[in-house]
């Protein structure tokens, strides 16, 4: 069997600062991760980038069909849902037979509903690996008659849609093969402004799978409810692996926090440090405020940490509480003195407007993150994505179809938006937005902040022309809605 893996555009590309300055091009890990075990079970596969590419629809159908291919599997989040949709609807118009597979979050929350639509023969859910390739030995065999005995699987029978078993999350991530980067030109991948690198290859990858926590709003894990970890062993292997073949050095950790916990951590230290002395590697990751310890992230900056995020969210202990973070706002300045005595760079992410919140909250937020000063900082909307406990809240009390193409972190102050607001929130989407983008001028135009960049070489020059647009782009945007106000009062 041929397939061809695809990582759709997704709505938000629409908007041109978006695509090209806050979310550039990374490197798609699962379906790399999907290639290689296709690939080790005799299939061939190859990947497309549709978000790297800026191609349309019209444009990837007739590469579909000139490339022969037997089945193609697309990565659907809530994003890029329309068009997923579309794409699926023109392979069929235009007479394509193979079988059209979806994975990933928002396929595995929509899966009756995607399926129904007729275009598409199955949903992959949760890990896709074990699936997707039993899913090509069987089409390959049976066509759609051989989908009935695939764990972790639905699809379309005689107008209804049928869910297999559920398939057992992977017991041993350290057996899984090495992502397939040989799929994709790493040199198109080269401009990350908010990791602070440009010009080289960087790699995501993963040293777990899963989360001990389900927070409210949180999407992630949705079909991955298992927490799973590699060894550190397994881990700095491949980072060696990825440095030797493909002449990497910059590595983006994906897990929803790293390290897994202060034992995993001290042992990656002294792996990196027996396999390096000191380590012509370096990387980046995601962590909690009370993971912060300062003797073992010193140590983990000594062996190649540059960057540590966090997610602190909230400035109300209370909101921490309710979304299952179970985390403190003082756990959060402590972090963050640790992290600024060790001088690593750091991005703080919030997010505001969760049901419960006035605009009293949303600010006391957007100050608190201000005061704590990290390099880089995000103030998210909240957004109920599928998947969340959140949706399936709302969900549960009556019919919920947002417009997916707009369920968007960073969607509101790039874009205008309607002085209605979502039933959700408690404060208006426009003053969400207008909040948004107050609370980051007031962070990135402060004199230390600016001081800090420019000691640390945060930007390149052409990502200071991009935030220089950006800012001139959210003042234009400022001045217009006072405009707008001022005339409507």
Same mark, same amino acid.
């Given at each position: 069997?041929?397939a061809?893996?695809?990582?759709?555009?997704?709505?938000?590309?629409a908007?041109?600062?978006?695509?090209?300055?806050?979310?550039?091009?990374?490197?798609?890990?699962?379906?790399?991760?999907?290639?290689?075990?296709?690939?080790?079970?005799?299939?061939?596969?190859?990947?497309?980038?549709?978000?790297?590419?800026?191609?349309?629809?019209?444009?990837?159908?007739?590469?579909?069909?000139?490339?022969?291919?037997?089945a !193609?599997?697309?990565?659907?989040?809530?994003?890029?849902?329309?068009?997923?949709?579309?794409?699926?609807?023109?392979?069929?118009?235009?007479?394509?037979?193979?079988?059209?597979?979806?994975?990933?979050?928002?396929?595995h929350?929509?899966?009756?509903?995607?399926?129904?639509?007729?275009?598409?023969?199955?949903?992959?859910?949760?890990?896709?690996?074990?699936?997707?390739?039993?899913?090509?030995?069987?089409?390959?065999n049976?066509?759609r008659?051989?989908?009935?005995?695939?764990?972790?699987?639905?699809?379309?029978?005689?107008?209804?849609?049928?869910?297999?078993?559920? /398939?057992?999350?992977?017991?041993?991530?350290?057996?899984?093969?090495?992502?397939?980067?040989?799929?994709?030109?790493?040199?198109?991948?080269?401009?990350?402004?908010?990791?602070?690198?440009?010009?080289? &290859?960087?790699?995501?990858?993963?040293?777990?799978?899963?989360?001990?926590?389900?927070?409210?709003m949180?999407?992630?894990?949705?079909?991955?409810? /298992?927490?799973?970890?590699? +060894?550190?062993?397994?881990?700095?292997?491949?980072?060696?692996?990825?440095?030797?073949?493909y002449?990497? &050095?910059?590595?983006?950790?994906?897990?929803?926090?790293?390290? %897994?916990?202060?034992?995993?951590?001290?042992?990656? !230290?002294?792996?990196?440090?027996?396999?390096?002395?000191?380590?012509?590697?370096?990387?980046?990751?995601?962590?909690?405020?009370?993971?912060?310890?300062?003797?073992?992230? @010193?140590?983990?900056?000594?062996?190649?940490?540059?960057?540590?995020?966090?997610?602190?969210?909230?400035?109300?202990?209370?909101?921490?509480?309710?979304?299952?973070?179970?985390?403190t706002?003082?756990q959060?300045r402590? @972090?963050?003195? !640790?992290?600024?005595?060790?001088?690593?760079?750091?991005?703080?992410?919030?997010i505001?407007?969760f049901?419960?919140?006035?605009?009293?909250?949303?600010?006391?937020?957007?100050?608190?993150?201000?005061?704590?000063?990290?390099?880089?900082?995000?103030?998210?909307?909240?957004?109920?994505?599928?998947?969340?406990?959140?949706?399936?809240?709302?969900? &549960?009390?009556?019919?919920?179809? %947002?417009?997916?193409? /707009?369920?968007?972190?960073?969607?509101?102050?790039?874009?205008p938006?309607?002085?209605?607001?979502? +039933?959700?929130?408690?404060?208006?989407?426009?003053?969400?937005?207008?909040?948004?983008?107050?609370?980051l001028?007031?962070?990135?135009?402060?004199?230390?902040?600016?001081?800090?960049?420019?000691?640390?070489?945060?930007?390149?020059?052409?990502?200071?022309?991009?935030?220089a647009?950006?800012?001139?782009?959210?003042?234009?945007?400022?001045?217009?809605?006072?405009?707008?106000?001022?005339r +409507?009062?």
């Amino acid at each position: 069997m041929k397939a061809l893996l695809i990582n759709p555009a997704n709505g938000l590309q629409a908007i041109p600062l978006y695509r090209r300055f806050l979310v550039p091009p990374i490197p798609p890990l699962n379906l790399v991760y999907l290639a290689a075990a296709a690939e080790a079970r005799g299939h061939q596969a190859d990947v497309y980038d549709q978000f790297l590419e800026r191609t349309d629809n019209a444009t990837l159908v007739a590469r579909i069909l000139a490339g022969g291919y037997d089945a !193609v599997g697309v990565s659907c989040l809530t994003p890029s849902h329309d068009i997923v949709c579309d794409l699926g609807r023109r392979l069929r118009t235009a007479g394509y037979a193979g079988a059209i597979v979806l994975g990933n979050t928002h396929a595995h929350v929509f899966a009756d509903s995607l399926l129904a639509e007729g275009w598409c023969d199955a949903v992959v859910h949760g890990e896709g690996e074990e699936t997707f390739a039993a899913l090509l030995d069987a089409w390959a065999n049976q066509g759609r008659e051989g989908l009935a005995d695939i764990a972790g699987l639905s699809y379309r029978r005689d107008e209804t849609t049928v869910r297999n078993s559920d /398939r057992p999350p992977l017991p041993d991530l350290d057996h899984l093969p090495y992502p397939a980067w040989d799929k994709i030109d790493l040199d198109r991948y080269l401009s990350y402004p908010s990791l602070f690198l440009y010009g080289e &290859r960087m790699l995501p990858v993963q040293a777990s799978r899963g989360c001990r926590y389900r927070c409210y709003m949180c999407a992630q894990d949705a079909a991955l409810r /298992r927490y799973r970890r590699r +060894s550190p062993a397994a881990m700095v292997a491949e980072l060696s692996d990825h440095h030797r073949r493909y002449g990497v &050095r910059h590595f983006v950790f994906l897990d929803g926090y790293f390290p %897994p916990d202060a034992a995993w951590g001290w042992e990656f !230290v002294e792996r990196m440090r027996l396999e390096y002395g000191r380590s012509p590697l370096n990387f980046q990751f995601e962590t909690r405020a009370d993971m912060v310890d300062e003797h073992l992230f @010193a140590a983990l900056i000594e062996c190649g940490c540059r960057h540590v995020w966090i997610g602190f969210e909230s400035a109300s202990d209370e909101t921490l509480r309710r979304i299952g973070k179970h985390t403190t706002t003082a756990q959060g300045r402590e @972090a963050m003195r !640790v992290l600024r005595r060790l001088n690593v760079a750091t991005t703080g992410f919030f997010i505001i407007g969760f049901p419960w919140e006035d605009d009293a909250a949303v600010k006391n937020t957007i100050r608190h993150g201000i005061e704590l000063r990290p390099d880089l900082l995000k103030f998210s909307v909240a957004t109920p994505l599928p998947g969340s406990p959140w949706f399936d809240e709302i969900s &549960r009390a009556g019919p919920f179809r %947002p417009d997916f193409s /707009r369920m968007g972190a960073w969607a509101g102050f790039l874009e205008p938006r309607r002085d209605d607001h979502p +039933s959700y929130s408690l404060v208006p989407a426009n003053v969400l937005a207008r909040r948004q983008l107050e609370g980051l001028l007031r962070h990135y135009l402060r004199p230390r902040v600016l001081l800090r960049h420019a000691r640390l070489g945060s930007f390149s020059p052409r990502a200071l022309a991009g935030l220089a647009l950006l800012g001139l782009k959210m003042i234009e945007g400022a001045i217009g809605a006072a405009f707008v106000r001022q005339r +409507s009062g």
